[in-house]
């Protein structure tokens, strides 16, 4: 397939204005200050304009190389050593406090080099992120720690993210060509379950599309998830980083994104954002999530009572 010479409209992401402009350069300003490193940024995200306009965006932790080579991903590849910084917990906590944020999605780099794969630093980040700003939600979107349970069990139960993400990517058959060869959708797939099981109440993933999948394969794949037990999904086009990576195959039409959606619903998904520019960390998905832990709470808080003042059963969402 021949694709276009230019992308199709549906992908044009026009530049903010007014108070969203103010508003993403104040971020970006912040970030800089504090020596924040932003997945926005660093995997060139089409949304940041609009994500950083309005308040919200995804911190990326345990530096900014990458032990892992996905022919996807633009964050630089490279050998850490060991290196972590001891302080950046503490730094990222403070630095969101003074942003006011209402929705934080605490993403990291593949540590291979480390023996928890930097599980220990992943918790004591959202533990000192919530010291400092309670009302904060924390998505926490990481790595597939080699399969290690424990390490899942730390993140999990030692860290009590609000949302626990770990992402798939793309669909199985074209998992060997576009991850590195130490990922697996099977080792996802066990992370994502381990998760739920381990006891995150809300579990996400995402899948990248136009990249040679076929539609039947798609929907196969959501199937997968879902009887997996995850709670959201989101469906974005790939767009090409740069030359040295994996080329973009077709881009697919909105009303096939649409499609995925109004099906993913059916499959009994809590939310699917599917859509030409969605991405793993995606507003919409952000608002739903704070929505529904918002009634999570509610429910904890008062679970013997329905709205006629009568005992009711407690509804677990998840």
């Given at each position: 397939?021949?694709?276009?010479?230019?992308?199709?409209?549906?992908?044009?992401?026009r530049?903010?204005?007014?108070?969203?402009?103010?508003?993403?350069?104040?971020?970006?300003?912040?970030?800089?200050?504090?020596?924040?490193h932003?997945?926005c940024?660093?995997?060139?995200?089409?949304?940041?304009?609009?994500?950083?306009?309005?308040?919200t965006?995804?911190?990326?932790?345990?530096?900014?190389?990458c032990?892992?080579?996905?022919?996807?991903?633009?964050?630089?590849?490279?050998?850490?050593?060991?290196?972590?910084?001891?302080?950046?917990?503490?730094?990222?906590?403070?630095?969101?406090?003074?942003?006011?944020?209402?929705?934080?999605v605490?993403?990291?780099?593949?540590?291979?080099d480390?023996?928890?794969?930097?599980?220990?630093h992943?918790?004591?980040?959202?533990?000192?992120?919530?010291?400092?700003?309670?009302?904060?939600r924390?998505?926490?979107?990481?790595?597939?720690f080699?399969?290690?349970?424990?390490?899942?069990?730390?993140?999990?139960?030692?860290?009590r993210p609000?949302?626990?993400?770990?992402?798939?990517?793309?669909?199985?058959?074209?998992?060997?060509?576009?991850?590195?060869?130490?990922?697996?959708?099977?080792r996802?797939?066990?992370?994502?379950v381990?998760?739920?099981?381990l006891?995150?109440?809300?579990?996400?993933?995402?899948?990248?599309?136009?990249?040679?999948e076929?539609?039947?394969?798609?929907?196969?794949?959501?199937?997968?998830l879902?009887?997996?037990?995850?709670?959201?999904?989101?469906?974005?086009?790939?767009?090409?980083?740069?030359?040295?990576?994996a080329?973009?195959?077709?881009?697919?039409?909105p009303?096939?994104?649409?499609?995925?959606?109004?099906l993913?619903?059916?499959?009994?998904?809590?939310?699917?954002?599917?859509?030409p520019?969605?991405?793993?960390?995606?507003r919409?998905a952000?608002?739903?999530?704070?929505?529904a832990?918002?009634?999570?709470?509610?429910?904890?808080?008062?679970?013997?009572?329905?709205?006629?003042?009568?005992?009711?059963?407690?509804?677990?969402?998840?």
């Open positions: 397939m021949t694709l276009p010479a230019r992308k199709p409209d549906w992908l044009r992401v530049l903010p204005a007014g108070p969203q402009q103010d508003q993403f350069h104040g971020l970006k300003s912040r970030f800089r200050a504090r020596g924040l932003t997945v940024e660093e995997a060139r995200c089409p949304n940041i304009f609009e994500c950083w306009g309005q308040g965006a995804t911190v990326m932790i345990l530096g900014e190389t032990t892992r080579g996905c022919r996807f991903c633009s964050v630089q590849t490279g050998k850490p050593g060991g290196a972590v910084d001891s302080n950046e917990p503490e730094n990222t906590a403070i630095s969101l406090a003074e942003m006011g944020l209402a929705y934080v605490l993403t990291m780099v593949d540590r291979d480390l023996a928890d794969g930097g599980a220990a992943v918790a004591k980040t959202v533990r000192r992120i919530k010291h400092h700003s309670p009302a904060l924390v998505e926490t979107l990481v790595g597939d080699q399969g290690d349970h424990d390490d899942l069990r730390v993140v999990v139960q030692e860290g609000d949302v626990f993400a770990h992402n798939v990517e793309v669909v199985p058959r074209l998992q060997r060509s576009i991850r590195d060869v130490r990922c697996s959708w099977e996802s797939v066990d992370a994502l381990t998760a739920k099981e006891g995150a109440s809300i579990v996400k993933t995402s899948l990248m599309v136009g990249l040679g076929e539609l039947d394969e798609v929907l196969h794949a959501m199937r997968l879902r009887d997996a037990d995850v709670d959201v999904l989101t469906i974005g086009q790939y767009l090409r980083p740069t030359g040295r990576h080329s973009v195959q077709r881009y697919v039409e009303a096939e994104f649409a499609a995925y959606e109004k993913g619903l059916e499959m009994g998904f809590r939310f699917v954002a599917s859509g520019l969605v991405r793993s960390s995606y919409a952000e608002v739903f999530l704070t929505g832990l918002a009634a999570e709470a509610q429910d904890q808080a008062a679970p013997a009572m329905n709205r006629y003042g009568k005992k009711r059963k407690l509804d677990v969402l998840g």
